[in-house]
Nanobody, 115 residues
């Protein structure tokens, strides 16, 4: 499994960004996909997840109501639409694929939100 995250960059508070995670073929049909983030000096934390069948969508409390996770199996891509961004959303965002036996991480994409 290979994962390639992209879409990070600089945004102003209140703005939006959409992150993409391109996965190797068939990954989205077999694995649970999730987004995590790690802010400077902090531990990596969960942001959102979506099951292989498109169900089981969950968000962290900080993401709820502002972020939306989705996937396009045909494009082998998982998205994280981030709206109403806050400076506290500044972090490196990682996508992860997982099943019962193992998990895989992408390389991360940096999101910086200015006030």
């Amino acid at each position: 499994v290979q994962l390639q995250a992209s879409g990070g960059g600089l945004a102003q508070a209140g703005g939006s960004l959409r992150l993409s995670c391109l996965a190797s073929r068939y990954t989205l049909r077999a694995y649970t996909m999730a987004w995590f983030r790690q802010a400077p000096g902090k531990e990596r934390e969960f942001v959102a997840t979506i099951n292989w069948n498109g169900g089981g969508i969950r968000y962290s409390d900080s993401a709820k109501g502002r972020f939306n996770i989705s996937k396009d199996n045909a494009k082998n891509t998982v998205y994280l639409q981030m709206n109403s961004l806050k400076p506290g959303d500044t972090a490196v965002y990682y996508c992860r694929s997982s099943n019962t036996y193992r998990s895989y991480w992408g390389q991360g994409t940096l999101v910086t939100v200015s006030s």
